[in-house]
């Protein structure tokens, strides 16, 4: 079994082999007799070690053992000190210019390490040598004011897209050549020198090039925003939650439920409920993630969680439109039909509704005022749930001389025109006139007869002196306002 060593390097502890760990001794030892009698000397030193802990991490992990081949690999990398022997310029560091080719081109990376959602906004600022406080800045003053101008134009969905869709076409700067590419330098010992005699000092692991106070403003924006972004998330869940899961329109029927009563033809009713909460609800599920992340600062783990929601979210909006389409064929197109039958002129008519079911005490709706009547309920036996739907009846007062008349009226949908005056003219509302007694029939929809589309209105067109009286299920003279009322 070899022998180990246990050393700290850059601030990090590693164990090395130990032929591993003589030959990066011997070749640190090189290093500082080369650099402790140059300007910044220490400084370039530390950032070496920095870059050998950093490709140590990259290519070994932090815990495992780092053998002799890591230590060749990585010191192949950096080069030695005779690699780069170039004559000491007669300029001093103040007469330089501030910009030094560099002999690598930049490359445009997500700066991951850097970031405080995707790091987007920190690679484009080392992209375009701009602070990336004010690349963030800019960003944030054009989502705000793209906001409050152009509301109503997509502008700001527009931004956020762009955001994302750099999220994920630009690659992270995983490997430590990829981070120095970002920057447009090779991982080696000369950039690492010619970076600490520009930053001095400050030059190092962690080290921010922007201004800190701006930073700081920014950092506060953030959490503002975040806080926001939880209160919509938050909100807008439980208000969905309780809307479409777990408020009961009837007695054993949620709002989500509905939709098994309508007929969507072959469409699967189940991917349909699923992928429209995935709509509604992924959204405001992003919100309060990315505003957690926001206020608490906390970096994404590596499976992405955002990304993730997201991704879901579009597939769920594609998936949804393809299902949609297929399911909303058979109401593409509405037709009409309209039949009038002439009755004769009485001082009262009294209407009754008829249905196979008796009215209960609750889950009844009823709306009704002096020229309308709007009434149904749903009959519960068991689990089982059926809607007693009558037609709408309307009265239409006309001029003393004219004839009264009943006339009744449908509007229908179906996949084609054609579809559609079939089904107007054999789903007629039903209704009887027998002396003063109009006797209006019930159509009842369950999720074994589902809605087809139909929506029925009765007008009864009659003089203004002729009186309107309901007289069962409910009593209603039509002189009177009602609210809706609703028992459940």
Not at 35 to 52: A, D, F, L, Q
Not at 83 to 103: A, Y
Not at 215 to 222: D, E, R, T
Not at 295 to 312: D, E, R, V
């Amino acid at each position: 079994m070899k022998k180990v060593v246990k050393v700290s390097i850059g601030s990090l502890a590693f164990t090395l082999e130990e032929d591993a760990f003589n030959t990066l001794n011997f070749y640190l030892n090189d290093l500082k007799s080369h650099y402790n009698s140059k300007p910044n000397g220490s400084e370039i030193i530390e950032g070496i070690e920095e870059r050998i802990a950093d490709l140590f991490m990259e290519k070994n992990g932090k815990d495992n053992v780092v053998p002799i081949s890591i230590v060749n690999e990585v010191i192949a990398i950096l080069g030695k000190p005779d690699d780069f022997d170039e004559e000491e310029s007669t300029q001093t560091k103040n007469e330089r210019t501030t910009t030094i080719p560099l002999p690598a081109p930049k490359k445009l990376f997500r700066d991951t390490d850097n970031k405080v959602l995707g790091g987007v906004c920190s690679g484009l600022g080392i992209y375009f040598n701009i602070d990336r406080v004010l690349v963030r800045v800019i960003f944030l003053v054009l989502l705000i004011g793209i906001s409050i101008l152009d509301i109503h134009h997509g502008g700001t969905s527009a931004i956020v897209l762009i955001y994302i869709g750099m999220w994920i076409l630009v690659p992270e700067a995983k490997t430590i050549e990829q981070k120095c590419a970002m920057h447009g330098e090779t991982p080696d010992i000369n950039n690492i020198k010619r970076r600490v005699e520009d930053y001095g000092s400050n030059y190092g692991r962690g080290n921010n090039s922007g201004s800190n106070a701006v930073s700081a403003v920014f950092k506060a924006i953030l959490k503002v925003i975040g806080v926001i972004l939880i209160l919509i998330g938050g909100s807008g869940l439980i208000s969905l939650a309780v809307a479409l899961l777990g408020f009961q329109v009837f007695d054993g029927m949620f709002t989500i439920d509905l939709i098994d009563f309508v007929n969507f033809g072959d469409a699967n009713i189940t991917l349909l409920k699923v992928l429209g909460l995935a709509v509604v609800f992924l959204p405001f599920i992003g919100m309060l993630y990315g505003g957690i992340q926001l206020l608490f600062g906390f970096k994404s783990p590596k499976y992405k969680p955002g990304l993730i929601i997201f991704l879901l979210w579009i597939f769920s909006c594609i998936g949804l439109a393809f299902t949609g389409v297929s399911a909303s064929r058979g109401f593409w197109q509405k037709t009409y039909n309209n039949q009038e039958f002439t009755i004769e002129k009485m001082d009262t008519i009294y209407v009754k509704y008829v249905s196979n079911s008796v009215m209960p005490e609750k889950r009844v709706m009823l709306e009704a005022d002096e020229d309308d009547f709007n009434l149904f309920w749903v009959d519960k036996k068991g689990t089982d749930l059926k809607l007693v739907v009558f037609p709408n009846l309307i009265i239409d007062r006309i001029a003393e001389g004219d004839s009264s008349n009943i006339r009744t009226s449908i509007m229908s949908f179906a996949e084609t025109w054609a579809d559609a005056s079939v089904k107007a003219s054999k789903n007629l509302p039903k209704f009887e006139m027998k002396d003063s007694l109009l006797t209006i029939y019930a159509d009842e929809i369950s999720k074994t007869s589902k809605w087809d589309g139909s929506v029925k209105k009765i007008s009864l067109r009659i003089p203004e002196n002729t009186k309107v009286i309901v007289k069962e299920p409910i009593y209603h003279d039509f002189e009177t306002h009602r609210e809706i009322s609703c028992e459940w």
